[in-house]
């Protein structure tokens, strides 16, 4: 990775500073991703569910799953079981009266950890998903690596993650609307004038495509596949254990 961004830019580690973001940002986390994405992160959840299911998991783990959608997502397409981990206890708090209100809280657990040292034992789960958390992972490494633990021999990582579209116009615009359009509104409605400054800063520095398939090469995974949604806007990539 090229540098660090971080956050709030003080002197607290990435880990610190991402965490207390989230914390900050929770109550309108999901209200902004919807405004923000357009509805569009709800298609590129699902296409990722889709694929998820060709493993037939029973238990999967939710790296990084914040309010929980990803998760939510993942138990209606028939998964038994889904814990999901993240480590801003806000988004857990706002996630669970989520689930709650939706009656999910019986198949879906969401527990605070941190994906650079999971509290699971080895081969533990069927399946790991993480939706838009590894670019905000302080050491990518040490979070693939430790995911890559808790799987099962054969079972799936699928990764969603913003990625830097190349092509015109789609490059130009969404250069504008991340840069400019989204820190406005995601101050407006979050007060939190960094959040989403951070968004498109960390975008940018963060491996994508080819570059993140080589990272996932060497922290283990097997029969590794990347796609593009939405003009590469969104990327997929999956590796199995
Ligand atoms: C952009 S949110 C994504 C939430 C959810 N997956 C979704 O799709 O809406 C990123 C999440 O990653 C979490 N996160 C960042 N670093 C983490 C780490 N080391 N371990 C666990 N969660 C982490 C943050 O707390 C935050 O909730």
């Known amino acids: 990775m090229k540098e660090q961004v971080t956050p709030y830019k003080t002197s607290d580690s990435k880990k610190e500073q991402v965490q207390s973001m989230f914390d900050n940002i929770a109550p309108k986390y999901d209200l902004l991703n919807r405004i923000l994405s357009l509805g569009v992160d709800v298609w590129w959840r699902k296409q990722a569910v889709k694929h998820l299911r060709a493993y037939q998991p029973d238990h999967v783990v939710d790296i990084a799953c914040g309010t929980g959608d990803f998760s939510i997502a993942v138990y209606k397409s028939g998964v038994a079981k889904v814990t999901g981990v993240d480590i801003a206890n ?89 840069k400019t359009i989204c820190p406005m509104v995601g101050r407006l409605v979050s007060g939190d004038a960094r959040a989403y400054t951070y968004l498109y800063e960390s975008v940018q520095v963060f491996p994508d495509g080819t570059a993140f398939t080589s990272i996932m090469e060497t922290c283990g995974y097997k029969s590794i596949q990347w796609k593009k949604f939405t003009f590469g806007i969104c990327s997929m990539y999956i590796g199995v254990k």
Do not use: C, W
């Open 90 to 178: 806000e988004m857990l708090v706002n996630g669970r009266v989520k689930l709650k209100e939706m009656d999910l809280d019986k198949g879906i657990t969401l527990v605070q950890g941190d994906s650079e040292q999971l509290q699971f034992d080895d081969n533990t789960f069927d399946g790991a998903t993480v939706a838009f958390g590894v670019r905000n992972f302080e050491h990518l490494e040490k979070g693939l690596t430790e995911i890559l633990r808790v799987l099962r021999p054969g079972a799936p990582l699928i990764v969603l993650e913003f990625s830097k579209p190349r092509v015109f116009p789609v490059k130009q615009l969404f250069n504008f609307y991340f």
